[in-house]
């Protein structure tokens, strides 16, 4: 099956400079990449998605890459403020047939003031 | 208002003591699935269902089952829980596993 490793674990980054996350994932077939935000106490909510048939996806400051031949993908979160403070968790996800969606162990982000 | 929700919020039980653990959704979801959620080992699937009387293990479905007997909802049961089912449940639901996950609150439960 699917096997998400993510790193750092943890991530300690200066306000307004940036943030990158990686993830690696064993499966050439999946090709659906999620990655969630997770604020201490709350629930898990979707920031931003890459499917397989593009390279990079942005949202304002919020960018995810892929790489298929490497097999890994990556967040980048620029000018990071404190509300970035969180949890990020990549995942990915198979072709038909394969409905699983496998999560990374997370990444607990700090915005240092 | 589209939710999903689950209950109850906070469980303290002792092993062997069967539970269930409910979860609805108001959204017409197809795809609905639960996790446990462990210090350093992130999300887990435990189980997940693409519709109506079709279900699937995750990748940690021992010492659960599930159901889903109506769309809307999904519960999760212990059958026997022990010790290492204590932990934060989410139940989530979507159109499809390649689409947005709308988790519920969380049920943090503890195997005495």
């Known amino acids: 099956g699917e096997n998400v490793e993510q790193h750092p674990s943890t991530l300690s980054v200066q306000e307004g400079d940036s943030a990158v996350i990686k993830c690696t994932y064993s499966?050439?077939?999946?090709?659906?990449f999620p990655w969630y935000k997770q604020e201490l106490g709350k629930r898990p909510q979707l920031i931003i998605d890459i499917r397989s048939n593009v390279g990079e996806k942005k949202d304002q400051r919020i960018a995810v890459t892929l790489n298929k031949t490497a097999k890994h993908f990556s967040l980048h979160i620029t000018e990071t403020q404190p509300e970035d403070s969180a949890v990020y968790f990549c995942?990915?996800?198979?072709?038909?047939?394969?409905?699983?969606?496998?999560f990374g162990t997370g990444t607990r982000l700090t915005i240092i003031p | 208002e589209a939710q999903v929700t689950q209950n109850p919020r906070y469980l303290i039980t002792v092993t062997g003591k069967k539970l269930t653990v409910t979860c609805s959704q108001n959204m017409n979801h197809e795809y609905m699935s639960w996790y446990r959620q462990d210090p350093g080992l992130g999300l887990r699937q435990i189980y997940y269902s693409m519709n109506v009387e079709v279900t699937d293990k995750g990748d940690v479905p021992e010492g659960y089952k599930v159901s889903r007997k109506e769309k809307r909802n999904f519960p999760l049961i212990l059958e026997s829980p022990s010790p290492n089912q204590t932990s934060l449940y989410f139940c989530a639901s979507s159109l499809g596993v390649k689409n947005i996950q709308y988790f519920g609150a969380g049920t943090r439960l503890s195997v005495l």
């Open positions: 995942a990915a996800t198979g072709d038909f047939g394969n409905e699983k969606l496998t």
């Open positions: 499966d050439s077939a999946s090709n659906y």
